[in-house]
């Protein structure tokens, strides 16, 4: 397992390689890239000083309380050492993943642009690729710094030793947590601020240069023109990026807690027990090997079509993932594990059918209809119900085929002979379901690049043949024909992952006793989890409209002046730097908000629940489960229709784009209402919904014992 993600790790950074050699093109290209290049440092730079000082703040508290604190496994000083290294090996690797995620993005849509030029073919590999970095990056680097860790805890306590007592094990298990919350706290601020810093120069300029002087936002006169450019490097690719690691980092804790846990109670029966330990992490090991295929099997001529491509390279990596699946329970388990086998192999097809219903979905939204064209007569208001509304009735049958899989995985994962065979049938499932991750992760990143490349060719005003321009636009259709499908993939991919606090919490507190989910604390702490996570939402929405409020007078300013003193317009040269540093400066500004907010409540509740119901251990757990469950609930609705919402919207605008029109100006409302949903308000739930999974790991603990 080590050796496969460091073996994935290895690929990826040669990928890197492969894409820094490409050739970037003329002068003017290479010294726009470079401005970027500055841009994006300097802001990720701003990034890493907030979240040092967000990680000094979380590991003085883990140490407090894991080394001072009563609890199962804890209240020692070497615990509160382990936990303070934790949440700094968390927190490093998050960091280290982000910047090597913004560099590369960088990096991959300067040198698609002079791809292009060459072959569909070209611009094809370099973007694909340079997501796949992005992927295999989270996936492999948090997969090898959690097993690092583990083997240190595990190995100096003698847990790796033959005949290991597995109470030792499962104390052990107690102190990964820490390891999520240094990954949460970096994920929390770089999310946030990235998030506004692409609001404030996406809808704040596109909203600004229409009401000033009716220019399209791709326009080169637009001076918030560049600060879009640097928000989808640090809003689109940074962030996401963080929160895959985010959530990469969580599940991968989780399923090792479960696995241990199955390994305790299984160690007499079954020889080899070790192996259901590690059994869903080697899962998710062969989706590293099943997406490095996939990667490179994405291959297309001029003349073919980059869906069938993509295609191709999706059934690859489904049957390599199947492949290393059943060869992964058949050895660790033998003819015992055929059923967890099929347990896996149902979560994973479950999904791909979800994604597949994803993508349709969005297809037939943006083909539009009758209602849309209603709509958008009508105007902003009545657009942007007609999308919003939408969007969240068509999550109902895909989060409802999710659950079928998930129900269906724990029904057959029960028919087998091992003792908590259903807790590791739905382990095994979510590690199946999060195996093509990196491959999913690549596609979406596939559409901002190619959204971000074009965008520099504009900027570089560098002469562009028709068949590039061409090629630029089957890029374009290929990335929106696919995102929503990828994108909704990784969504609920990772909450099947966090689904499953529900059995690790417990375990790591050392509950025997059944959980009181009909006392009044635990549905009122689920009420409040649906509450706070569209509270975190709402502030991430919040800052992240005022950010856009405040570049748009920037760029109104700019482009009034001209026409105030008689210009005109066409020869106005923008101040690109000033809206840069400006989206920079408020995307910064009360970052730590989004700490306290994120990691704060949950565990406020946790300690209240620990203090007020001590000696009521199974109330004060089924609380904080349900309301992860809760929260993460409500999460994935919000996520799932604000990516409906926004590609939706934004297919609408493209339809008006290039006339001025009221109901151009409608569609660029209502598109912008959805951006802010879908760009921030559902990623910022999503996260929450993580957050407040590894704070109840953290918690666990203390609530029993």
């Not at 940074?238 to 090792?256: D, F, I, N």
């Not at 609930?633 to 996520?639: C, D, E, Q």
Request: proline share 3%.
């Amino acid at each position: 397992m080590i050796a496969v993600n460091a073996v994935g790790l290895s690929f990826a950074v040669a990928l890197a390689r492969w894409l820094v050699a490409r050739d970037l093109g003329g002068a003017e290209l290479r010294r726009l890239g470079l401005a970027i290049e500055r841009a994006v440092q300097s802001f990720v730079w701003g990034q890493v000083k907030a979240t040092l000082a967000g990680l000094l703040v979380v590991s003085a508290l883990v140490f407090a309380c894991y080394g001072f604190v009563p609890g199962q496994a804890v209240g020692r000083l070497d615990a509160g050492l382990w936990g303070l290294l934790g949440v700094w090996l968390g927190g490093a690797g998050g960091i280290l993943n982000a910047s090597i995620a913004s560099h590369i993005a960088h990096k991959c849509s300067a040198r698609s642009v002079t791809a292009a030029r060459l072959s569909l073919d070209h611009a094809t590999s370099v973007l694909m690729r340079g997501g796949g970095v992005v992927g295999l990056l989270a996936e492999t680097v948090s997969a090898l710094t959690l097993v690092t860790f583990a083997m240190l805890v595990m190995g100096l306590r003698g847990g790796l030793q033959p005949g290991a007592d597995p109470e030792l094990i499962q104390g052990a298990t107690a102190l990964l947590p820490s390891l999520t919350l240094g990954a949460v706290t970096v994920g929390l601020l770089l999310q946030r601020t990235g998030a506004v810093f692409h609001t404030a120069g996406d809808v704040g300029g596109e909203l600004a240069t229409d009401r000033a002087a009716q220019l399209d936002a791709s326009d080169v006169r637009n001076p918030a023109l560049v600060a879009q450019l640097v928000g989808d490097h640090v809003g689109q690719v940074t962030g996401r990026s963080a929160v895959t690691y985010v959530a990469a980092s969580a599940t991968q804790v989780v399923m090792l807690v479960i696995g241990a846990s199955a390994f305790a109670a299984n160690r007499a029966a079954v020889p080899g027990a070790l192996g259901l330990m590690v059994l869903p992490l080697l899962v998710r090991a062969f989706g590293v090997v099943a997406s490095s295929i996939g990667l490179m099997v994405v291959r297309t001529t001029e003349s073919g079509g980059l869906s069938r491509a993509f295609l191709r390279g999706q059934l690859v990596v489904w049957w390599v993932l199947l492949a290393g699946l059943l060869g992964s329970c058949y050895w660790l388990l033998g003819a015992k594990g055929w059923w967890i086998a099929a347990a896996g192999g149902l979560g994973l097809v479950g999904l791909v059918l979800v994604s597949q219903l994803l993508a349709l979905g969005a297809g037939w939204q943006r083909a539009g209809g009758r209602g849309q064209s209603e709509a958008l007569r009508d105007g902003a208001g009545s657009l942007t119900i007609y999308g919003i509304g939408s969007a969240l009735t068509s999550t109902l049958l895909p989060i409802g085929l999710f659950s079928a899989a998930l129900v269906g995985a724990h029904w057959l994962g029960a028919r087998s002979a091992l003792e908590e065979a259903g807790a590791l049938a739905l382990t095994v499932a979510a590690a199946a379901m999060l195996g093509p991750g990196p491959f999913q992760s690549a596609i979406t990143h596939f559409a901002v690049l190619s959204r971000n490349a074009r965008g520099v060719a504009e900027l570089s005003r560098a002469p562009r043949s028709a068949d590039a321009e061409r090629r630029a636009e089957a890029l374009q259709a290929a990335a929106i024909a696919t995102s929503s499908g990828a994108s909704g993939y990784l969504l609920i991919a990772s909450t099947s992952g966090v689904l499953l606090v529900v059995s690790a919490a417990p375990s790591i507190a050392g509950l025997t006793t059944p959980l009181s989910i009909t006392h009044p604390a635990a549905f009122t702490a689920a009420l409040l989890g649906v509450a706070a996570a569209l509270s975190y939402a709402g502030a991430s929405m919040d800052r992240a409209g005022r950010a856009a409020s405040l570049l748009g007078k920037e760029v109104e300013r700019q482009l009034k002046a001209p026409q105030a003193s008689g210009g005109a317009l066409r020869d106005f040269t923008p101040i690109y730097k000033t809206c840069i540093e400006l989206a920079g400066r408020v995307a910064l500004e009360r970052s730590s908000r989004a700490l306290l907010h994120g990691l704060a409540l949950p565990l406020a509740l946790a300690l209240a629940l620990a203090l007020g119901y001590r000696q009521q251990a199974g109330v004060a757990i089924a609380a904080l489960l349900t309301f992860t469950v809760a929260g993460a609930g409500t999460a994935i609705v919000l996520a799932l229709a604000g990516d409906r919402a926004r590609d939706a919207l934004a297919a609408v605008k493209r339809s008006v784009a290039g006339r001025a029109s009221p109901s151009r100006t409608g569609a660029l409302g209502a598109s912008a209402v959805a951006d802010v949903l879908g760009n921030v308000g559902g990623p910022a739930a999503h996260l929450f919904m993580l957050a407040a999974a590894a704070a109840v790991l953290a918690a666990a603990p203390y609530l029993y014992g």
